[in-house]
């Protein structure tokens, strides 16, 4: 009998202190997104700064050459981790539609318009999702909070860049636009295709080759194309920049959204979306002088909730079919 009471109390205490470190999980993870929240916000204007000085393309190589470049030296010689002959197609295309495009792209957009204003067109992403997943995956179905809140998108895009309508006319500034779309568009095919076929693979180690290979690409076409500055001629403000978005748009702010991903709901993480776009428009009226007007106020607000409306009705969807297999199909 003692036996068993003793047993019972070993049991209890490390069944408490699952519980404690699960909490403690929790909350790190819980912080991890906020982190994530505030730091993807702030990186619109870093590249708005460093795209003053250097071309586009290559601030982003720069940046991923570099962020890559440390996740790969990790993985090398201190996990002993290297990619398998299998992983390396996948591993490039991932890397080019993730980073190449997408976020080469947005890069390239913001040098023709405001940072807050391409955090807003880069926030449509998880619509284009809804939207693609239509085709990939053919058993999905719109419901009418689904369209509602893929018509509030586009009509919020619309709403904020009410105010530059004869720029668009009369200026580069669509192309700004258009560069912004196609990054959202690829960031959301990406995103699908890594969820189905890149499952067996590591995030960061993913992540790691993914920029590195993606720097590799985007500082060649940089140089090949002629759109390239000599690295001793970079300017010390483009320097700073590239260091931020390495250290706090890759390594920190990517590492914490797979921490945060790999120990809270996608659904939970997925806020990011709604405050990123908030902390650069405010950033870019406090500190690089774009327009905040009532027009960019509402149509942020306006394609917000539609990207809520869209993500809220496709949960909703995934939690019936999970409960019901009579709707599996």
């Known amino acids: 009998m003692r036996t068993w009471r003793i047993l019972r109390v070993i049991i209890n205490r490390r069944e408490s202190s699952r519980k404690k470190r699960r909490r403690a999980n929790r909350r790190k993870a819980m912080w991890a997104v906020a982190l994530v929240c505030i730091l993807w916000g702030t990186t619109w204007m870093a ?11 290559q601030l982003s190589g720069l940046r991923h050459l570099i ?3 440390l996740y790969v030296a990790y993985f090398t010689f201190v996990r002993k981790m290297f990619p398998q002959r299998h992983q390396w197609w996948r591993l490039l295309w991932m890397s080019v539609l993730m980073f190449v495009l997408s976020n080469g792209l947005s890069v390239l957009s913001v040098v023709y318009m405001p940072s807050g204003l391409g955090s807003v067109v880069g926030a449509i992403a998880p619509i284009w999702v809804i939207i693609f997943s239509f085709f990939i995956f053919k058993h999905i179905r719109f419901k009418k909070q689904t369209i509602a809140g893929i018509l509030l998108g586009f009509t919020g895009v619309v709403i904020t860049f009410s105010d530059y309508f004869e720029h668009v006319m009369y200026t580069d500034f669509s192309y700004g636009i ?9 960031w959301a095919v990406a995103t699908l295709l890594t969820v189905k076929q890149a499952k067996d693979l590591d995030p960061y180690f993913s992540l790691g080759w993914q920029m590195f290979i993606s720097g590799i690409i985007l500082n060649t076409y940089s ?8 690295l001793f001629s970079i300017p010390t403000d483009a320097w700073l920049s590239i260091a931020y978005l390495v250290v706090i748009g890759s390594v920190i702010a990517f590492g914490a959204y797979i921490y945060a991903l790999k120990r809270l709901p996608a659904t ?4 990011h979306a709604y405050i990123n776009p908030i902390v650069a428009i405010l ?3 406090l500190l ?3 327009k905040l007007t009532p027009f960019v106020i509402v149509g942020t607000i306006t394609t917000l909730l539609g990207v809520y409306l869209v993500n809220n009705s496709f949960r909703r969807k995934i939690r019936l079919r999970k409960s019901s297999p009579a709707i599996a199909d």
């Open 178 to 186: 258009l560069f912004g779309m196609i990054s959202s568009m690829t």
């Open 47 to 57: 590249s708005k700064i460093g795209v003053q000085h250097i071309p586009a393309l």
């Open 223 to 230: 140089y090949a194309s002629g759109n390239f500055v000599s």
């Open 283 to 285: 950033l870019g009226d």
């Open 268 to 271: 939970l993480v997925s806020i």
């Open 288 to 290: 690089m002088n774009e």
């Open 67 to 69: 962020g890559g470049g």
